[in-house]
């Protein structure tokens, strides 16, 4: 069974930085992908990045180029999602969810957690 915990959300000014952490058990990073999602109210979900297990690639949405970075560690079993030079349109709940490659249906989901970027 695949189990998802995020944390490292939080309230942050404009440009200022948060790193996401999505804990992943009963599922290896090593052969699957993990990939980040958010949600503002009255808005549809987005994926914000993804990274493939195996080749280790990764993908993100335009809006979030040049700013975000995903990660893994493998040892730990988690992935990172660094949000640099965060925006007021950045505030969300930010999911992880799992699949067997980032181009693939993502089957297991997080809880989330509250990202809120205000002055």
């Known amino acids: 069974q695949v189990q998802l915990v995020e944390s490292g959300g939080g309230l942050v000014q404009p440009g200022g930085s948060l790193r996401l952490s999505c804990a992943a058990s009963g599922f290896g990073l090593d052969y699957g992908a993990l990939g980040w999602f958010r949600q503002a109210p009255g808005k549809e979900r987005e994926g914000v990045s993804c990274?493939?297990?195996?080749?280790?690639?990764?993908y993100y949405a335009d809006s979030v180029k040049g700013r975000f970075t995903i990660s893994r560690d493998n040892a730990k079993n988690k992935v990172y999602l660094q949000m640099n030079s965060l925006k007021p349109e950045d505030t969300a709940v930010y999911s992880c969810?799992?699949?067997?490659?980032?181009?693939?249906?993502?089957?297991?989901w997080g809880q989330g957690t509250q990202v809120t970027v205000s002055s």
């Open positions: 990274i493939n297990g195996g080749d280790g690639r990764t």
């Open positions: 969810a799992a699949a067997v490659g980032c181009q693939a249906d993502f089957t297991s």
